[in-house]
Nanobody, 123 residues
Framework: QVQLVESGGGLVQPGGSLRLSCTAS????????IGWFRQASGKAREGVACVARGGDTYYADSVKGRFIISRDYVKNTVYLQMDSLKPEDTAEYYCAPNCNLGGHYYSGTRLLRGRGTPVTVSS
């Protein structure tokens, strides 16, 4: 199995932006739907956005219009551009070969979810 690896998290003020990256260590993620998820302290995991193998995208209502998911097949990377960040976006973000948004369901077994990258939105 191939391990997914996230990067790009950090501390940002409300209204600010961050871009998260998800790459595959020792393999490729271009053949799978990739989803971004988040889990805040004491809360359930939430699906944030997914991008299908062909490029179709799906979003949670809570991030529509603020987050954009994309993939670069050459760089073997999936990005999550997060704009207009709010304190309630604070969470551990991770990527995984899973999706259950907008009627698109995918559950991959070839890739292992990443360990996560922390995002803190605070003034």
């Amino acid at each position: 199995q191939v391990q997914l690896v996230e990067s790009g998290g950090g501390l940002v003020q409300p209204g600010g932006s961050l871009r998260l990256s998800c790459t595959a260590s020792g393999g490729t993620l271009t053949e799978d739907t990739i989803g971004w998820f988040r889990q805040a302290s004491g809360k359930a995991r939430e699906g944030v956005a997914c991008v299908a193998r062909g490029g179709d995208t799906y979003y949670a209502d809570s991030v529509k219009g603020r987050f954009i998911i994309s993939r670069d097949y050459v760089k073997n990377t999936v990005y999550l551009q997060m704009d207009s960040l709010k304190p309630e976006d604070t969470a551990e973000y991770y990527c995984a070969p899973n999706c259950n948004l907008g009627g698109h369901y995918y559950s991959g077994t070839r890739l292992l979810r990443g360990r996560g990258t922390p995002v803190t939105v605070s003034s």
